[in-house]
């Protein structure tokens, strides 16, 4: 933990990333799942993220179930990504389910009750399967 503590303060875009809870959540998980270091550039830090939630996701069987492909979760986590890189305060449940109902709309033809259903098994995947990107969810 000293190094992770260490790498963040040397790194002027990284310890600006860690203010956020969520994002410090993921800067932790990239430590521990990259051999104990951290990317040099804030862009290979989200790379890493995203690479990593995504093959999270599809291995939980996100492609059978839900019917979603690795664009369509691209799309999500970038868009997540986005967020908590403006957005120092961090992710309300709120805020995640309008940014998965954008990009769901861009690629789901389904009527808009099947829509919401998506978003909700979405939201609690992300909450529960993926614990490190909304571990510190803030409450409406």
Same mark, same amino acid.
């Given at each position: ?10 790194? !002027? ?11 410090? @959540? ?10 104990? !270091? ?8 989200? %790379?890493?993220?995203?690479? !990593? ?29 986005? #967020? ?8 309300? %449940? ?7 109902? !954008?990009?769901?709309?861009? #690629?789901? %033809?389904? @009527? ?15 909450? #529960?399967?993926?614990? #490190? ?8």
């Amino acid at each position: 933990t000293n190094q992770l503590y260490n790498d963040i303060t040397e790194n !002027k875009d990284i310890f600006q990333l860690a203010i956020n809870p969520q994002l410090a @959540s993921v800067i932790a998980a990239v430590y521990n799942q990259y051999e104990d !270091k951290l990317p040099e550039k804030r862009i290979d830090l989200y %790379e890493k993220a995203i690479e !990593k939630m995504i093959e999270r996701l599809v291995t939980s069987s996100i492609n059978e179930d839900l019917q979603l492909n690795a664009i369509i979760l691209w799309s999500i986590l970038q868009k997540i990504a986005e #967020y908590l890189h403006n957005i120092v305060e961090g992710l309300s %449940e709120n805020n995640l389910r309008e940014i998965i109902r !954008k990009c769901l709309i861009d #690629y789901q %033809e389904e @009527s808009s009750n099947n829509i919401d259903d998506l978003i909700s098994r979405l939201v609690d995947i992300f909450k #529960y399967k993926v614990g #490190y990107l909304i571990k510190h969810l803030t409450i409406d």
